[in-house]
C-alpha cells in the first residue's frame, strides 16, 4: 500500500486506519513506523530490484525512454525506464528515478544515464533510446547509442507552432475561463444557463504549455457551451471580451484540425502501455 498507493509511512499511526485494520483482523499487529521506512520497504525495494535484474537479464535487446524535470520544490530530476518483449507482450519496468544536481550538460546527462545501464546490466543490449526535442539530451544520447525521437513530444511542438496564427483567440478564451474560474456569480449563472439550454455543465479545462491537448480541451470545452457562454457574458455585463462569430467559427475549424492529432496521441499511449 505504501509503495502502490503512494501512501505516506505515518499512515499506519492514523487511528482511522488504525481502527479499520484491527475491524478486518484483530489479531493483526500493525508495523511501526520505523519499521515500515528501515525494514520492510528497504527489503521490497531489494526484491524487485533482483526480479527486475533478473527479467531484463533474460532479454536480448531493450530500448530505453529517459526524461529530466524539475519539482515544486525545484529539485531536479532524471528518470531511465526500460522497454522489453516479455513473452510476445512489450512491458515497461522503471529503472532508476533519481536526483540529477549538476548542470544539465550533454556529458553529465551521458553520465547519469550510463550509470543507470551499467548497474542494471543493460549497456549492451539498448537498441536504441527515445527522449524529448530538447538538444542536450539529443546530443547526450548520441554519444553513446542510436537516438529517437518522441512521437507525442513531435506532435506537441508542431500543434504548438500552428496554434501560434490563432493566439489573440486563445487569449480571449483563457480569459473567458479566468474569469468564471474566480467569479462565483459568473458560474452560478453559467450553470443555470446551460441547465435552461439543455447542456451539461461546463467544466473548464486549464491550458498546459507543455500540452498542446490541454488548449485543444480548453477550446473544445468553451464551444461545446457557446450559447451559454455568450448569454451569460451578455447578462452579466462581464469584464471580458466575448468571441465575435468570426472567432467561434475559427475555434470550431480549430477542434475540428486537432481531433485527429489527439486520437493518433491516444493511439500512441494505448500502443505503448
Known sequence: MIARDFQPFSVVEDKGFRSYTHALNPMHVLPSRKTLSQTTIPRLYDRQCASLQERV????????????????????????????IENYKMVSNLLDCFEFSGRHTSENLAEGL???????????KMVCCATDNAANIIKAINLKWNHHLCLAHTINLVVRDALKVMKPTVNKVKAMREFFHKSIRATEKLKSSQSQMG??????????????????????????????????????????????????????????????????LWRSVQTAT
Open 57 to 84: 537479464k533474460k532479454a536480448t535487446a531493450v530500448c530505453l525512454t529517459t526524461d529530466c524535470w524539475t519539482s515544486r520544490a525545484t529539485t531536479s530530476f532524471m528518470s531511465a525506464t526500460c522497454h522489453l
Open 114 to 124: 550510463l550509470r543507470v545501464v551499467k548497474e542494471c546490466q543493460v549497456e549492451n
Open 199 to 264: 447542456m451539461p455543465e461546463l467544466r473548464s479545462k486549464q491550458e498546459c504549455v507543455t500540452r498542446w491537448n490541454s488548449t485543444f480541451h480548453m477550446l473544445k470545452k468553451v464551444l461545446e457551451s457557446k450559447d451559454a457562454v455568450n448569454s451569460t457574458l451578455a447578462i452579466i455585463n462581464a469584464p471580458v471580451d466575448a468571441l465575435s462569430q468570426e472567432e467561434w467559427e475559427e475555434v470550431r475549424e480549430t477542434c475540428t484540425v486537432l481531433e485527429p492529432f489527439e486520437q493518433s
